[in-house]
Every structure is written in structure tokens, then in C-alpha cells.
């Protein structure tokens, strides 16, 4: 038996020993030989993110020599993991890992430990573990470490594929089967777009168990640390028709921390119908997520298009205990986007179910101007009401789906599509929002049917509703005045009468 103080003291010896080779590097020594494995538990990962907060703030490292040091996209994504060299591959095992190299904007070390029979054993770089395209490399390179992984999955037995990838910060994506990356989920958010600027936490060591034959589970633990808070993460990754992630977290405070995410995730959205902003280009459509829908605790669904806006915007939806939430792709024809590169209707729908209450709070959203679709510029979390407070550990768990359809759905009509453009005369903007479900089909649903719609601040003129019941669709046209503002709060519901018969259309018109 192992005394818990002892494998703690093995944990950050281990640790200690992946941060020496980036250490030895810039004295120009010789790294030190690998420690043996050592006992490895899902508690030595809590403990050590509770010692690891008792303690002053330590950056990882991010020195790296040429030809590592001034990496371009190109040469960066052209080092690749030769054939057969991912971890486990070839044992039949159903997943493999693909340790990724550091360089570009990926330079801060990570630590990547094996768990095998309790025990876990470092993962050293191993330079012929990579084909380095045209780049020119030393005949003999030290121990660089990593920038995070790759994990492969061979879905009912066939070739191994992209499943996960955990790189960067708290980031991470996967996909379901068929699909491409797309959102990318972060482990914690601080202060996001706060003025006194974000921080952005880290994760600095991973320890990934090794599935037996047949497992159709990766476990993947991870040690987060930032200036303000540490963490211990836990991640069941199961491949079926969605991608499922069940996150489980301690976080520990080093100071009291009032503005943090959970379960963030962010995307780009260049331009969409309701915000034409380049008009110039033959797509109809460019964004990874169409939009943001949320069940509340009370049981209403509300769906948020999102924009690429002219200005920074938040919105806050303030709620308790919500039941789901996250990042949709709707639109999953590829003559909605018209991209045969990038393939925006491929891209995973991220859905989360919050495991346990998480009392109140808020969903946030934040839309960021943007001129690239490489910038994840739509970014949403759900943030707590209550601080997290030094010294005080707190705990939280989640499940999330990658998927093409989300596991649930609004059990009433859902916006399929929204435009805007301006309205004849151009001093109003005209709106057409699209509803879609079987319930337009019934006459006895329909034969009451008004849309409900509230603007703040301004007015809305000439609401007008076609019903199509034979295609169960109502197109529901309208303009806004916003009476001399720049802005204005859309909230819009198909109803029977009182009863409400679809989702809550939410958008923010701005100038």
C-alpha cells in the first residue's frame, strides 16, 4: 500500500520531471532519464490541484529553439505523426493517441502521462515519432514535450479517424462520426471579455488511461491551473452516434473569483442571412454554429441566432438550475453555405446538460467583431451567481453531446431560418423568421395562431403570418422600428391562443 502522501510526492516529482527538459534545454544541459511509473488515482489529481493552489503561480514553459521557435501555420501543421506511431496503435484496442508537437501559437508544455495497471509513466518526446515535413530539424533533439493530443477512434471496426483533440489552454473539440471540427469547448472561463481583461487557464498535464480490448471508453484525466484557480478535470470520452464527454471538476481557488464560465464553448460566425456584413462573396453563409438554444429550469426553450456584430455585444439570459444549453448547427444543407472547402454543414452541434443543480445564474453571450472566419468570435458560458471564494474547493459535473442532432429538442415548432434586410422605404428593418414543426399541421393547434412579439425599445409594424400546413412550416414577417436607437431586444413565440406552440425566438438588432 501506498501512502497518500507518497503518491502525491510521486505526482508532482513526475510533473517536476516533465517541466526539466525545457529547463535543461535553455542551460544547454542533458535532460534528466525519465522517472519510473508511478501509482496514479483519480484522488492524487484532486490533491494535487489542491497543493498546486496553496501555492504561488508558476507559468509553464514556452521557450522553444529554431527551428520551433518562429513556426508559420504552413510548417506547423505540416509536422504530423508518421503512420503507426500513435500510442497503442496497433494493439487493437479501439483508440489511439497522437501526442501533438509544439510551435506557432501552440508553445506552452504540457506533460502526458500513460495510466496502465495503477500506475502512470510519462510519455517522453520522441522525435521519430514525427514526420516534420520540409522542416530542417537537428539530427538529435532534446525532450521538447508536448502541445496536447490527438485521440483516434475506429468506429465499429473500421479505420482509425479524428475523435478528440485537447491542445491550447483549456481547449478541446471533438466530432461524431462523418463530422469536422468545429466549436471548441474550454475547460473554464475567467473573466471573458471583461475589461480588466480575461485570463485564460491552462491545462498542464494530462494522465490518459489505457482501455482494455473492447472498452468503448477513453479516460482522460487533467490537471488545470491559471493565476487564480487550479482544477483536477475528469473526461469519459464514449463514441456512439453523438460523441458524449461526461466532465467532472474540482476547481480550488487561489483568491475569490466572481466572474468565471462553466461549460464554455465558443465558434465562428462570419455572416449568416440576419447579418449580411460581406456582401462581396458568392457564399450565402459562413459559421460554425447557426445559433444558441437553451431549456431553462422552468421548462421554456429559447433559441438565440447568433451575428457577427459591428460592435462588441453581450447578452445575458439569467436563469436556475437550467436544464441543457449550447452551440446548434441547424442548417445542415450544403446549399445553405455553398462551401465544397470547408464544409460548414459537417461542423458538431455541442449540446450540455448540466449534471446536479447549479442554482443561479446566467447564460452568457458574447459576439465579437470579426473579419476572418478563423476567429471564434460567437463565445458562450453559463456563469454562476456565486463566487468562488480562496481556499474553498467546489465541484461540478456536465455532459455534453457532439453530435449532428442534439439528444433532445423542442417538443413544439423551432425557428428553421431567419433574414433581415431593410424594409421598403429603408427606414425600417423587415425580419422573416421561419418556423418548422409537426405541430403546424394540426388545425386545431392552428386555427387560434398568432405570433407573439415584443420589442425593446422601439415598435413593430405590419406582423403578418402564412401558415403552410401541408410543408408544417409558418413564415412570420415583420418590421421594427427602433425609434431612434441603435438597438433593439426581439423576443417572438408562435401561440394557440395563450398556449405557446413554439420555441422563444431571441434576437438583438443592431445598427
Known sequence: MFERREVLKAAFGAIAAGVAPAQARAQGATPPSPPPPAPFSRDMVVDLAHALAAKPYVAPPTDLREPFESLSYEQFVGIRTKPGAAVWAGENRGFSIEPLHRGHIFTAAVDIFIVENGAASRLAYDQSRFDYGGLKVPEKLPDLGFSGFRALHGRDGGAEAELAIFQGASFYRAVANGQNLGVTARGLSIRTADPHGEEFPAFRSFWIEKPAPGDNALVIHALLDSPSVAGAYRFTVRPAEATIIDTELTLFPRTNVDHYGLAGFAAASLYTPLDRRRADDLRPMVAATNG??????????????????????????????????????????????????????????LWIEPLGEWGEGAMQLVEIPSESENNENIVAYWRPKASLFGGAAATFAYRQFWCWEPPI????????????????????????????????????????????????????????????????????????????????ELRLVLKAGEEPISETWLYRWTL
Open 292 to 349: 444558441l438554444q437553451m431549456l431553462t429550469g422552468k421548462n421554456e426553450w429559447l433559441w438565440r441566432p447568433v451575428s457577427n456584430r459591428e460592435s462588441l455585444q453581450f447578452s445575458s439570459f439569467v436563469d436556475a438550475n437550467p436544464k441543457g444549453f449550447g452551440a446548434l448547427v441547424r442548417s445542415r444543407d450544403i446549399n445553405d453555405y455553398q462551401d465544397d472547402d470547408q464544409h460548414w454543414e459537417r461542423r458538431p452541434s
Open 409 to 488: 429538442s423542442p417538443p413544439m415548432a423551432a425557428a428553421a431560418q431567419a433574414r433581415s434586410g431593410r424594409a421598403p422605404g429603408g427606414k425600417l428593418r423587415r425580419f422573416l423568421v421561419v418556423f418548422s414543426g409537426d405541430v403546424l399541421a394540426d388545425p386545431k393547434k392552428t386555427e387560434r395562431l398568432t405570433a407573439a412579439l415584443t420589442t425593446s425599445p422601439g415598435s413593430a409594424t405590419n406582423i403578418r403570418t402564412f401558415l403552410n400546413p401541408s410543408a408544417k412550416t409558418c413564415r412570420v414577417s415583420f418590421d421594427v422600428d427602433p425609434a431612434g436607437e441603435n438597438f433593439c
